[in-house]
């Protein structure tokens, strides 16, 4: 599933932050029903860490 920054996060735990290429960029750790943080770039999105 991808978010972006200001979408609510659905499942507490650990998010990547991708960027347009598919590379790994970060990690952040967000509680469930918080708000996903701003992205240092505006084309990263988040993707669940299975």
Known sequence: MRLNCGD???KTGAYKVVDRDGK???RVYVGEG???PPTQRSDCY???ES
């Open 8 to 10: 609510v996060c659905p």
């Open 46 to 48: 988040y993707e669940f």
């Open 24 to 26: 790994t960029v970060g």
């Open 34 to 36: 918080e708000t996903m």
